[in-house]
T-cell receptor, first 111, second 109 residues
Framework: KAGVTQTPRYLIKTRGQQVTLSCSPI?????VSWYQQTPGQGLQFLFE???????NKGNFPGRFSGRQFSNSRSEMNVSTLELGDSALYLC??????????FGSGTRLTVV | TQLLEQSPQFLSIQEGENLTVYCNSS?????LQWYRQEPGEGPVLLVT?????EVKKLKRLTFQFGDARKDSSLHITAAQPGDTGLYLC?????????FGKGTSLLVTP
């Protein structure tokens, strides 16, 4: 079966711009969560959605936002990009509380 | 934020050696998961442990969950070059995973 699909795989943006990343979960998975991975901080939780409702949010500024659609697909948006936002952004989907399937991520570079 | 500490941070061993990676926290988690990540890819789930004292085996990998559900270990027997990667432990709490910083393992032939 198809895994978690994230698009695009790579992205280069300029400081001050905004960006939207997309995630298609595994069919039947209603929970989608987002993580930011950097060499210094490791993997950090951004937010989680279930049936279009945000159930939890990590400690990130309001520039980071997300949403989930009725087909469980999710997007995250980062506005007013900063150099420190350069990271691998990972999406994960889950059907139960135990075990997540991650996508390959979107590598965002802010210049 | 509940912190998970992994040790060692880096490990370089030769093929055939055994190794153990540790994951410790001051907090209790509903479940603890182990993932392996290769460069440029997302983490891949290896195992989920839920019950205190639980031991799970996955071929040459043995996972233990501490009795108090605050710590875990991953033991690899007879490591192979294909085991090379970043091993991450993650505790589940409130629909979120709290990850350790990971153990970077290099197995050379």
């Amino acid at each position: 079966k198809a895994g978690v699909t994230q698009t695009p795989r790579y992205l280069i943006k300029t400081r001050g711009q905004q960006v939207t990343l997309s995630c298609s979960p595994i069919s039947g998975h209603r929970s989608v969560s987002w993580y930011q991975q950097t060499p210094g901080q490791g993997l950090q939780f951004l937010f989680e959605y279930f049936s279009e409702t945000q159930r939890n949010k990590g400690n990130f500024p309001g520039r980071f936002s997300g949403r989930q659609f009725s087909n469980s697909r999710s997007e995250m948006n980062v506005s007013t990009l900063e150099l420190g936002d350069s990271a691998l952004y990972l999406c994960a989907s889950s059907r139960t509380d135990y075990g997540y399937t991650f996508g390959s991520g979107t590598r965002l570079t802010v210049v | 934020t509940q912190l998970l500490e992994q040790s060692p941070q880096f490990l370089s061993i030769q093929e055939g050696e055994n190794l153990t990676v540790y994951c410790n926290s001051s907090s209790v988690f509903s479940s603890l998961q182990w993932y392996r990540q290769e460069p440029g890819e997302g983490p891949v789930l290896l195992v989920t442990v839920v019950t205190g004292g639980e031991v799970k085996k996955l071929k040459r990998l043995t996972f233990q969950f501490g009795d108090a559900r605050k710590d875990s270990s991953l033991h690899i027997t007879a490591a192979q070059p294909g085991d090379t990667g970043l091993y991450l432990c993650a505790g589940e709490s409130g629909y979120a995973l709290n990850f350790g910083k990971g153990t970077s393992l290099l197995v050379t032939p």
